[in-house]
């Protein structure tokens, strides 16, 4: 199966555009399982890699020097985090990242809690002069990668979406990434485009790497997103086939199937524990109805 | 909502008076989250993470020198956890300690395996001559930390919490430490006052960190009563308002809402798997009528 | 309780023995819990302990140079697991496997995606030349460990478990190791000997570590199994008196009870994230008569 959506498209006009074009990617990650490669943080790299596979993805840690840069010129997406950015896992992002922009493999970085702590944040700059593909992060963060504040409490944010919507768009046109900010609204922009997108739970935040997992979705999104783009025309499933997806379409995307999983999970959850359960299970069974039901911008 | 505990009970005199001001603490800790840094081995780090957050802590686990010593200096607790010591966390669990001593955070030391392995045994023992707020461990532990014993066998302990009574109440008198062993009877002592506390189960000790978790809840515990020692005696909580907590209070506390709500979750748990989820689930709706009906001291 | 099984059935030629030695080791882990050292990869080591004590072992994730070697010396049984081999990793395992050697523990030795990532190749083959008494792996890690292919996908294999007895059979021969090849039908040979075993759900395939997992709980066998050929011929208990056991049926026995358990959890699971909690449950209550209702050879 090859993807194809409509160029016409691509700017995302309408609800129904971009559920369909995000379902034709969800169809896309599991008839062609995106490789993923991730170097993240210890907290998070378990759950990480079990999101990974339940949207249908591979998952693959590779995170020293030496291999991370190999792999990341064969793999079809990379997640670099900066959870808890060790030494060597510091060189093999630096390593990976540049793999990445040699080879063409989509990449993310997710600034954790950059802002105040030194080590990550000038990492962050040096990472983000490479021009990722995507950059997510909370408001904090956005605001502190675009050179501004002095980033949140931890891992948390201190500021709102919309107080980081210019700093987003500035990050957008100055790396050509497309930038995601994260919150009970999620805001994607890619310094052209912006849409604001409602899905999700609360219970997302109480779990840990509820928001760094959904990195490593936005990568195999990407990568998914890549196959189509460099895909002919031709395709055999007429469903599916609507023109080339690009970052922000996976970006959107992503967002849409991992949220309404998580709004799916927390109908079914007792609390925090259970809906890390039940997350994984709807990620794994959802289907396009689910997304054409609830899917609602903000 | 500032909470005052009266001082008269500060010698914990009954149990009413434990579960109150147990109870006055939770409702601080989910009122004023505190940022709880924790420098932990890797098996436990997405555990312990997530409990912090099931019991309405804010967790970070900031563990690379350069930052972990400005992060000690901000957070409201934190955790030094000897499980997995790799080079770097152990040069960040140094960092950490002096910064929190310097800036009077309060902070716990779990000495995890000490005894016969050689690196972390010396490292504890440097650590714990930093005075730290509260040390817990397993008999075995403490009584290798006091210096005497040979350790346990790997996390398992040999000895009864009887048998590290003496070592506990030494350490806590040379290091000013309040000094918590673990076991089906949970001893805390500060050298005066001792405490044995009966609730829990035993499938805590079926799931890995289901020991180490604790300790980061006790750090958020204790910064939760940092700031009731800071506070002003003007109360808006008439029900909270029960004079300061010190750090034999907070210890006691996060042991009672942690082993009480193992008790729930394994009324509803069918093994060890569903256990931790029931578990994150119970901490995370723990009431103050759930530990009125079911604290017990041994 | 000592178990003997019997001599003249080492060769495992039946069904029923097979089952029987594998409940009879099964009882003997539960009995005597064997203290498992695991050097494994980050995004598994939660799972791996959890699993371990699901199972009835004890589990102890000593990975430091400096600690790793002495205390392979009295482990019962120790993992080697290149998922993530960091460089203290990797000097960690090489001083616990002259350890291991040294001193008699067995040890398995599971080359995660070797093949292509160069660092982890060149420690897999340094490692197996010192004579691990298991090696587990999936067709294209275990070829490649032997010289041929150029690995699989990542963690993906890209060949079958018959392409790949060939090589299991050469590694086996030259190195003196049971040799398991992991897939939908789990092959064991030591050389001579060689079983196909059935059991097994392919949800253990979306859980990180599904199969990371088995390895540790394969050294959990080995070190009951070594017990037993220690063990004098006097027994206490009839039914589990049945001979020695050898590390092929230990690898037998450890696929048994782990796949029986596989499919006993994927019965009551709705997806992948309830699937892991289930199977440790599952683990935790497995009965001889499970594995008598279930096992089968292919």
Redesign the interface.
Known sequence: MTIRLAPETTAATTTHDIVERSIALLDRVRAQPP?V?CIT???????T??VL??VGA???????P??AG??AAV?SGLLINL??????QREAMLEAALSAVAHGTSWVLDPV?IG?????TALAAELVAHRPTLVRGNPSEIIALAGGGAGG????STDTGDDALDAAQHLARTFGSVVAISGPIDIVTDGTRTLRLANGDALLT????GGCALGAVMAAFLGAAADTASTDAASTDAAASAGSADAFDATVAAITAYTVAAEIAAER??????F???????L??LTGDQLRERFVLA
């Open positions: 490789l490669q943080n210890s907290v998070v790299v378990n759950f890699a079990n596979l339940a591979s998952a693959a840690m590779v995170d020293i030496a291999e190999p792999f793999a959870g808890t950015p060790h030494a060597e809690a105040s702590l030194p080590v990550r409490r931890g891992v948390d109480r779990v840990t790497g959850a007792s609390g925090p524990g259970s890390a359960a039940e997350f994984v299970d709807a794994a069974k």
